[in-house]
């Protein structure tokens, strides 16, 4: 196994990419909401946000051709998706409250 397969699967970098799930879900949830309270929404811009943040967080799926660490990296990545979403979910009902 290559150095960054025993990286990838590392509960320490498991624990690194669960903040930077929080981070990127932070920093959605300050991003739309600058967009509306300003009076207009650039979807371009969101978009292109997005899809640099989409590249930043499949990055270690490109990192190993190994199947099995990639099948993991898939996991942890539908797990981070997930996450995302409730933190914004929970942070747009506790606004509305």
Not at 6 to 35: C, D, N, T, W
Not at 58 to 70: A, C
Request: proline share 2%; no cysteine.
């Amino acid at each position: 196994m290559t150095a960054w397969n025993e990286f990838l699967r590392l509960p320490e970098f498991r624990a690194y990419r669960k903040k930077q799930a929080e981070m990127v879900a932070g920093h959605i949830h300050q991003v739309s909401r600058q967009s509306v309270r300003n009076g207009k929404v650039d979807i371009a811009a969101l978009q292109g946000k997005m899809e640099m943040i989409r590249l930043f967080l499949k990055l270690p799926e490109d990192l190993t051709t190994d199947n099995e660490t990639q099948a993991i990296l898939s996991v942890q990545m539908d797990e981070d998706t997930a996450n995302i979403a409730q933190y914004l979910i929970r942070r747009s009902l506790a606004e509305e409250v």
